[in-house]
């Protein structure tokens, strides 16, 4: 039974085209993170929907956006893409913060030509 | 300045051995420690935590060392198996105010049939 539900798993756009990657969930859970990695990196956490409080990383573009429109689904925006987004996004969640397991959707793998 | 620091890229370990996956980090503030697992086309799926008030925990065949003087943490998996293969992932966190978990790169275990 799939929790974590991201959509595409494949995308491919051009440069500077906006795209818009999927997120949702069956656990009810308060928080949603979204991750992105690049190839042979760590994840790094974007920003993260606490019910409906949005916290921006400091370090997060701010060519990145996120809707969070219910407790169900949040949506990541890349308004212009560039080459550099190229990477894996990756969708959790948790219950709480603070030493909370997180559970990670399959991922969003996003190549930018 | 990577404050999660997996540096074997790559392990190899022949089924029935144990495997030994080694993780330092540089925060003397992270209090709580998790270890992921991945396979491919999949999201990170947790394994095991440790908190930083304990040296050990253990589920199963999986046990985490946690070394705080040394900053290093450590999953032994006693006996791999083939179906351990996969990309494992540790991650931290610092004290109550925060929630991130800062990740390492990841290292690949191949258990050998």
């Known amino acids: 039974d799939a929790m974590v539900i991201q959509n595409p798993r494949y995308q491919v756009t051009q440069f500077g085209k906006p795209v818009t990657l999927s997120c949702s969930q069956t656990?009810?859970?308060?928080?949603m993170y979204w991750y992105q990695q690049k190839s042979s990196q760590a994840p790094k956490l974007l920003f993260h929907?606490?019910?409906?409080?949005?916290?921006n990383e400091a370090d997060t573009p701010d060519n990145f956006q996120s809707r969070r429109p219910n407790t169900s689904f949040c949506f990541l925006d890349i308004r212009s893409p560039g080459l550099g987004d190229t990477a894996m996004y990756l969708c959790?969640?948790?219950?709480?913060?603070?030493?909370?397991?997180?559970?990670f959707g399959p991922g969003t793998r996003l190549l930018v030509l | 300045d990577q404050q999660v620091k997996q540096n074997s890229p790559s392990l190899s370990v022949q089924e029935g051995r144990i495997s030994i996956l080694n993780c330092d980090y540089t925060?003397?503030?992270?209090?709580?420690f998790l270890w992921y697992k991945k396979y491919p086309a999949e999201g990170p799926t947790f394994l095991i935590s440790?908190?930083?008030?304990?040296d050990k925990n253990e589920d199963g065949r999986f046990t985490v060392f946690l070394n705080k003087s040394a900053k290093h943490l450590s999953l032994h998996i006693v006996p791999s198996q083939p179906g351990d293969s996969a990309v494992y992932f540790c991650?931290?966190?610092?004290?109550?105010?925060?929630?991130?978990?800062?990740f390492g790169t990841g290292t690949r275990l191949k258990v050998l049939a």
């Open positions: 959790a969640t948790s219950s709480r913060l603070y030493q909370e397991t997180q559970y």
């Open positions: 656990l009810n859970h308060n928080v």
């Open positions: 929907y606490y019910d409906k409080d949005f916290n």
């Open positions: 925060n003397s503030m992270f209090d709580y």
């Open positions: 440790i908190s930083s008030i304990k």
């Open positions: 991650a931290a966190s610092a004290p109550s105010g925060t929630y991130k978990y800062i």
